[in-house]
């Protein structure tokens, strides 16, 4: 691989990267501004009004911290093969 297609190959990676933690902070952050808002309403009305929540609020929790968690996982491979690449000395051909 020459030296520029693999820098190419690096930044296209970065990007994606980093549009993959852009899509999935904000989805987390968008299910928990909705679940909150969900919750506050159900506690509003005189009583307990289970129909205000979200529905599968749970499976909706478990998706959105286990991405979360997922992403963390993925960052940190990442980080860890960009320094292993970086630290490697390049190959002249």
Request: charged residues 15%; hydrophobic residues 55%; proline residues 3%.
């Amino acid at each position: 691989m020459t030296k520029e297609a693999g820098s190419a190959l690096r930044t296209t990676t970065l990007v994606l990267v980093v549009a993959l933690n852009v899509a999935l902070v904000s989805f987390f952050v968008l299910w928990s501004i909705a679940d909150t808002a969900s919750v506050n309403a159900m506690e509003d009305s005189v009583g307990f009004d289970p129909s205000k929540l979200l529905p599968n609020a749970t499976l909706m929790w478990i998706a959105a911290h286990s991405s979360l968690l997922m992403l963390i996982a993925v960052d940190v491979c990442f980080v860890l093969g960009w320094r292993r690449l970086s630290s490697k000395p390049a190959l002249d051909a």
